[in-house]
């Protein structure tokens, strides 16, 4: 993605097909998987870190690119 944001975010519970998440601002998102980790819906549990890339201009939507060791 063009000019986005790379931060890491916490899950706080799932919805469907998306995730609840809270940035380290402590703003809250939804964030739902990119194309490469949609095989992973499964693996994303509440409490883990999440990489997320948000546009600058809504940060109200997120993307999970990765997910964070440890």
Request: hydrophobic letters at 40%; glycine letters at 8%; proline letters at 6%.
């Amino acid at each position: 993605m063009e000019n986005c944001i790379t931060t890491t975010a916490t899950i706080i519970g799932p919805y469907s097909d998306i995730f609840q998440a809270t940035l380290p601002n402590g703003k809250v998102t939804l964030a739902h998987l990119s194309r490469e980790m949609s095989g992973s819906h499964d693996r994303i549990k509440p409490g883990m870190i999440v990489r997320v890339e948000l546009t600058p201009y809504d940060f109200d939507v997120a993307r999970i690119v990765a997910i964070e060791a440890g």
